[in-house]
């Protein structure tokens, strides 16, 4: 990814969202890349987190799906030395595949990686 924030991979994202947004949605992690390259992986679902926090991530997935969808699609693959996530929001309404790269996290997506990455395992 180039200097792209973020960019949808495939999904209907949001569409068809009752009154807006919904109460619950279960966000999927894979982070790869970085120096060391290790990857892991975390899942959670919005209504396991306090609520304010959980209202926070709600905002932050709807402020990346709509960042993600005014930002073109940048070809290519972060590069290694680069942390990068790839995040499945699965919506009422399908899932979204929304990849992200280090330094590149629009901050109101932080505090959603923030607690994906405290989460996170190695797969397997």
Known sequence: M??????IVAGP???G??????DVVRVSMERSGGF???RSAATLDTDALPSAQAAGALDGLTAL????ATTPAAAGRPGTALPGYR????????DQLVQLTEPHIPPEVRPLLTELLKRARPPG
Do not use: F, S
Not at 17 to 22: I, S, V
């Open 13 to 15: 994202g949001a569409v």
């Open 36 to 38: 060391t390259g290790l």
């Open 2 to 7: 180039t200097d792209r924030t973020a960019r």
């Open 17 to 22: 969202r009752e009154n807006g947004r919904p």
């Open 87 to 94: 995040l499945t929001v699965h919506w009422p309404a399908g």
């Open 65 to 68: 799906e709509r960042l993600a």
